[in-house]
């Protein structure tokens, strides 16, 4: 694999000269300049992976110098360095687009994990935007916002799975986007330019259910007066998703399991099978593996179902995409009504971010429709948000100690479940000393051991 190329910006020789050691040593490449058009002309002639930018440097600030770079190299990360006085200024860097900032005077650990951790983002980001112009070329993806890492990790694992024909179950709340993620597995795969079809295995009765997706022979029923093609057989060399398959009845359940062992299947009425080749995609906001031990869904069925799981993480959980979302939907509703709308009132952007969503994305698009065809302004302001909510999202808020430690405490859950109970690899991701890594456990009542495998 290529070595990840930097840039580092400092007019202080001896930290310039510091820096470029460290990265160095961590193989690197690394082109360290002190002046700033050094550096804008390094970008015109090289592709950088990430930049780590002094904020005072001699001839201009180095957001103004990020800035200029970003017109050369939009999407490069940048890491700005910074003064213990200047935390302000930094803050401001990255709401004008710089990635994170790092304090003066740093440790060489800290260092090392910003730039791993923005290195690792471009690279999620890069797969992300591969996929979306992937997508692009047949349908308009862009309302895929993926700026979390979450979605980010979902849309990586649709680029790694498009290309095999295993089956894919995608789970998640209502309203997360289960069907355009499986459009994108669709899209990204050989066999995007054959059709798909996607069916709701809750939305038709036993009988009709068995009819649309395996077809009919006239007569079979009536009202059956020709014959009639499935979905299955509609899909064949392309993509079938099966929507809400938590939903579909035991019966039909043993005919899918025979679709799937042998990719044939009987229509209605008939004694001749129908051979199919097709890609098999499930989607469901159920707990299957719940289902199973309840009787209700086939363990035989789940197994084969549950090959490729991929999980769509509900909007609460990704609210750094809420306004990205807000902002398209937007966009999109004041183009459909004919209203020009500047954007979002930063109250109204809060109220979006403090509500829980139980309806996830589907809900926040309803919400912003509502909002646009309501106002009377060019900006849509908070009493158009959520309207007799208000309150509720008030109300459930809660101290900020307690949001804090309820944070902190599965923030650690989750590291020592990557690190399997490695305290010392837990400690060095989260950026603190062993010692007090100890005590935040300490703090917790978590036992690394617990999390041995």
């Not at 700005?80 to 860097?93: C, K, N, Q, R, Y």
């Amino acid at each position: 694999m290529a070595r990840a190329n930097l840039l580092v910006v400092d007019d202080d020789r001896n930290l310039l000269e510091i820096i470029r050691m460290r990265l160095e040593s961590l193989e690197y490449e690394v082109t360290a300049v002190r002046e700033e058009e050094e550096a804008k002309q390094a970008v015109m002639v090289q592709v950088f992976d990430l930049a780590v930018i002094d904020l005072q440097l001699a001839n201009q600030d180095g957001i103004s110098l990020m800035e200029e770079i970003h017109l050369l190299s939009p999407d490069l990360p940048v890491i700005i360095l910074t003064a213990h006085g200047s935390i302000e200024s930094a803050v401001e860097a990255m709401k004008r687009g710089a990635y994170t900032y790092l304090t003066k005077p740093f440790e060489a650990r800290e260092l090392t994990l910003h730039v791993d951790r923005a290195l690792e983002n471009r690279r999620l980001t890069s797969e992300v935007n591969r996929l979306k112009g992937l997508l692009g070329e047949r349908y308009d993806f862009k309302n895929i916002v993926a700026r979390s890492e979450k979605m980010h990790q979902v849309l990586e694992a649709v680029s790694r799975i498009a290309q095999m024909d295993s089956t894919v179950h995608i789970h998640g709340e209502s309203g997360t986007g289960k069907e355009l993620i499986a459009r994108a597995i669709h899209l990204a795969s050989p066999r995007k330019d054959k059709s798909f079809v996607a069916i709701n295995c809750a939305a038709l009765p036993e009988t009709l259910l068995e009819s649309e997706l395996f077809g009919h022979e006239k007569g079979a029923f009536t009202g059956a007066i020709k014959s009639s093609k499935g979905l299955f057989a509609q899909a064949h060399e392309g993509t079938i998703l099966l929507d809400e398959i938590g939903d579909m009845p035991p019966s039909l359940q043993v005919k899918l399991l025979r679709v799937l062992q042998e990719r044939q299947f009987y229509p209605v009425g008939s004694e001749q099978p129908v051979s199919v080749d097709v890609r098999i995609l499930v989607a469901t906001n159920k707990n299957l593996a719940a289902l199973v031990k309840q009787d209700l869904f086939r363990e035989d069925l789940f197994y084969r179902i549950h090959v490729i799981p991929i999980e769509l993480p509900p909007l609460r959980e990704r609210r750094e995409d809420i306004p990205l979302l807000a902002e398209y939907f937007l966009k999109k509703f004041s183009a459909q009504m004919s209203k020009e709308i500047k954007g979002l009132a930063p109250a109204a952007v809060q109220r979006l971010m403090l509500h829980e969503w139980p309806g996830n994305v589907r809900e926040l698009e309803n919400t912003i429709e509502y909002a646009v065809a309501m106002t009377v302004q060019d900006v849509i302001t908070e009493n158009l948000i959520l309207p007799g909510k208000a309150g509720a999202v008030i109300e459930a808020l809660k101290p900020l100690k307690e949001v804090r430690d309820t944070f902190e405490k599965g923030y650690l859950v989750r590291l020592l479940e990557h690190t399997q109970g490695n305290v010392s690899n837990a400690a060095i991701i989260a950026g603190r000393y062993r010692a007090d890594f100890y005590t935040l456990l300490k703090k917790h009542g978590l036992n690394p051991g617990d999390f041995k495998k």
